[in-house]
Protein backbone atom coordinates (compact mmCIF):
# COMPACT_ATOMS: atom_id res chain seq x y z
CA UNK A 1 0.00 0.00 0.00
CA UNK A 2 1.28 3.50 -1.20
CA UNK A 3 1.36 6.46 1.27
CA UNK A 4 -1.06 9.53 0.18
CA UNK A 5 1.33 12.48 -0.37
CA UNK A 6 0.79 14.94 2.07
CA UNK A 7 0.98 19.17 1.00
CA UNK A 8 4.08 18.97 2.85
CA UNK A 9 5.50 15.91 0.76
CA UNK A 10 4.87 18.43 -2.14
CA UNK A 11 5.96 21.64 -1.59
CA UNK A 12 9.03 22.40 -3.98
CA UNK A 13 12.26 21.84 -2.47
CA UNK A 14 13.08 25.32 -1.81
CA UNK A 15 9.92 26.35 0.22
CA UNK A 16 9.83 23.51 2.16
CA UNK A 17 13.77 24.01 3.28
CA UNK A 18 12.68 27.78 4.38
CA UNK A 19 9.60 26.27 6.21
CA UNK A 20 12.08 23.71 7.87
CA UNK A 21 14.62 26.68 9.12
CA UNK A 22 11.65 28.46 10.36
CA UNK A 23 10.04 25.31 12.33
CA UNK A 24 13.48 25.50 14.68
CA UNK A 25 13.40 28.73 15.18
CA UNK A 26 8.98 29.26 15.83
CA UNK A 27 6.61 27.44 17.46
CA UNK A 28 4.40 28.50 14.34
CA UNK A 29 6.02 27.61 11.65
CA UNK A 30 6.81 23.99 13.58
CA UNK A 31 2.48 24.41 13.69
CA UNK A 32 2.15 24.77 9.80
CA UNK A 33 4.63 22.05 9.18
CA UNK A 34 2.39 19.51 11.14
CA UNK A 35 -0.99 20.97 9.66
CA UNK A 36 0.38 20.35 5.88
CA UNK A 37 1.76 16.90 7.28
CA UNK A 38 -1.75 16.31 7.92
CA UNK A 39 -3.55 17.61 4.98
CA UNK A 40 -3.36 15.89 1.51
CA UNK A 41 -5.15 18.86 -0.89
CA UNK A 42 -4.14 22.18 -1.41
CA UNK A 43 -7.78 23.27 -1.10
CA UNK A 44 -7.96 21.90 2.61
CA UNK A 45 -5.72 24.72 3.43
CA UNK A 46 -7.30 27.92 5.05
CA UNK A 47 -6.62 31.94 4.12
CA UNK A 48 -4.26 31.68 7.56
CA UNK A 49 -2.23 28.80 6.84
CA UNK A 50 -1.77 30.26 3.09
CA UNK A 51 -0.73 33.10 5.10
CA UNK A 52 1.51 31.45 7.22
CA UNK A 53 3.30 29.34 4.49
CA UNK A 54 4.13 32.62 3.04
CA UNK A 55 5.41 34.16 5.67
CA UNK A 56 7.46 30.87 7.14
CA UNK A 57 8.44 29.40 3.46
CA UNK A 58 10.05 32.66 2.47
CA UNK A 59 7.48 33.55 -0.35
CA UNK A 60 6.77 37.42 -2.01
CA UNK A 61 3.17 37.22 -2.71
CA UNK A 62 3.09 39.86 -4.91
CA UNK A 63 5.37 38.00 -7.08
CA UNK A 64 2.28 34.82 -7.20
CA UNK A 65 -0.76 35.43 -9.55
CA UNK A 66 -4.09 33.82 -8.70
CA UNK A 67 -2.98 30.55 -9.67
CA UNK A 68 -0.79 30.11 -7.03
CA UNK A 69 -3.46 30.84 -4.50
CA UNK A 70 -5.81 28.70 -5.93
CA UNK A 71 -3.77 25.91 -7.22
CA UNK A 72 -0.24 26.08 -5.00
CA UNK A 73 1.20 26.73 -8.81
CA UNK A 74 5.14 27.88 -8.04
CA UNK A 75 4.58 26.46 -4.27
CA UNK A 76 3.70 22.80 -4.82
CA UNK A 77 5.43 20.07 -7.35
CA UNK A 78 3.79 19.50 -10.90
Known amino acids: MTKMKTVYDNLLPD ?37 DLLTFGDLTSYKLDWLAFMYGENILKK
Open 15 to 51: VKLSLQASARKYNAAKRLKYILMSKTMWNELTIDEMK
